[in-house]
């Protein structure tokens, strides 16, 4: 029994080296010359001298690799504020009031989440462009300003707030926004701090979408900007200008990982406890 412990951190210690092993590789070509790339499985071992800095050069001084990570930043930080908040409202709204139809609402959001969201591109797609939002970012921010995975996530934390609690803050005069904004969002800051992370690495991932409805070059963020490099006409395939540029686009959202990571797993639990 006592070596049991032993070879479940053995076994999580090989999966995690697996895990890490893409992303070991991936920092190690992008040091790599393009004669190096394909030679060698992570360094140029014998000679480390090869190692260069000339593709972080070249994708800082010939692409607007930073105006790209700007539109990233923005969309991003603009989007997860948005979808925290209004998800964080009607979650609360769900757990918090008795209405007529409550249930089927709750059982319709659920079935919405089977649908594949590719499904919805092109009714998406001609409800924006009625707007007149094709190359605006209003075409990003708009849609995606609602979570209906949020919105149950939050239902299912909120509904532990304790209705005495609210019933008191309602006496003492506070508002329905107040009892929102200073008991339940406080109460489920794990949630807080979880979803914000999903949301905010969601909307630095997404590619399709914003390939759709983004024409402006000087609009787009960095997954449309790194895919544009493989079809430069003087290069093959630029495989060490892909490399730096992940390695860099990466960083922001590990920043953001080491900061909520408590609150990440903990939210993470919780809501698998609640669901």
Not at 50 to 78: C, H, I, Q
Not at 162 to 171: G, K, S
């Amino acid at each position: 029994m006592s070596r049991r412990p032993h070879v479940l951190q053995a076994l999580v210690c090989a999966v995690a080296a697996l895990w890490l092993l893409p992303f070991a590789w991936m920092v190690c070509a992008s040091f790599k010359a393009p004669a190096d790339f394909f030679s060698s499985t992570f360094l140029p071992w014998g000679d480390l001298g090869r190692l260069t800095f000339d593709n972080y050069r070249a994708l800082l001084s010939n692409f607007p690799f930073f105006g790209w990570l700007l539109n990233s930043l923005f969309l991003a930080s603009v989007q997860t504020v948005v979808v925290v908040l209004l998800s964080s409202l009607g979650g609360f709204a769900l757990a918090t009031y008795r209405f007529r139809g409550r249930g089927w609402m709750v059982a319709l959001m659920l079935l919405t989440l089977m649908v594949p969201g590719q499904v919805l591109l092109p009714s998406t797609y001609e409800l924006v462009n009625t707007f007149g939002w094709i190359n605006s970012y209003l075409a990003i921010l708009v849609p995606g300003a609602m979570s209906v995975f949020g919105i149950l996530l939050f239902r299912a934390t909120m509904s532990a707030v304790p209705p005495e609690l609210l019933h008191a803050a309602r006496i003492d005069g506070a508002g329905e926004l107040r009892l929102w904004w200073d008991i339940a969002l406080p109460s489920v800051r794990p949630t807080v701090g979880a979803f914000t992370l999903m949301s905010f690495t969601g909307t630095w991932n997404s590619f399709l979408w914003p390939q759709i409805v983004l024409q402006d070059e000087s609009r787009y963020h960095l997954p449309i900007g790194m895919t544009s490099l493989v079809g430069l006409p003087e290069h093959d395939v630029p495989y060490g200008l892909l490399m730096a540029g992940t390695l860099l686009s990466i960083l922001p959202v590990v920043a953001l990982f080491a900061l909520l990571h408590r609150d990440f797993h903990a939210g993470v639990l919780t809501g698998a406890v609640k669901g």
